[in-house]
C-alpha cells in the first residue's frame, strides 16, 4: 500500500505548483482523499478533501479559491493532483496525502479520521 506525493519545491509568492498523489497497492478508487499540511512547528492542518467520485470537494478557508482538486481513478491506481495558485507565504509546509475509506462519517477535515498516509513533499513560497 502506497501514496507517494510528488511536485513540491520552491516558489515565488503568486506563483503556481501542481501537486500529485499516486496511490497503489489497494483499491484507492473507492476512498476518500485529502491532502493535509503541516508547517515548522504547527499543527497538521486541513486543505482539500475529494470523493470517490471527484465531484465533491471541500477547501479550508485559506486556500478556497486558489486551490483546486482533482482525481483519476483507474483500475489498479489513483493519482490525486492538487493545484495551487497565487501561492503566499504563509502556503509554505510540508503537504500530506492521505486516505479513508468512503464510509466513513467522521470529521474529513481532522486529520486523525485518515488511515492511509503519503510521506509528504515541501512546498516553499517566497515573497
Known amino acids: 500500500v502506497q501514496l507517494q506525493a510528488s511536485g513540491g519545491g520552491l516558489v515565488h509568492a503568486g506563483g503556481f505548483l501542481r501537486l500529485s498523489c499516486a496511490a497503489s497497492g489497494l483499491t484507492f478508487s473507492n476512498k476518500v482523499m485529502a491532502w493535509f499540511r503541516q508547517a515548522p512547528g504547527k499543527e497538521r492542518e486541513f486543505v482539500a478533501s475529494i470523493d470517490w467520485s471527484g465531484q465533491n470537494t471541500q477547501f479550508s478557508d485559506s486556500v478556497n479559491g486558489r486551490f483546486t482538486l482533482s482525481r483519476e481513478n483507474a483500475k489498479d491506481t489513483m493519482t490525486m493532483y492538487l493545484r495551487m495558485y497565487s501561492l503566499r507565504p504563509e502556503d509554505t509546509a510540508v503537504y500530506y496525502c492521505?486516505?479513508?475509506?468512503?464510509?466513513?462519517?467522521?470529521?474529513?477535515?481532522?486529520?486523525?479520521?485518515?488511515?492511509?498516509w503519503g510521506q509528504g513533499t515541501l512546498v516553499t513560497v517566497s515573497s
Open positions: 492521505a486516505a479513508v475509506r468512503s464510509s466513513y462519517t467522521g470529521p474529513l477535515r481532522s486529520p486523525e479520521s485518515y488511515n492511509y
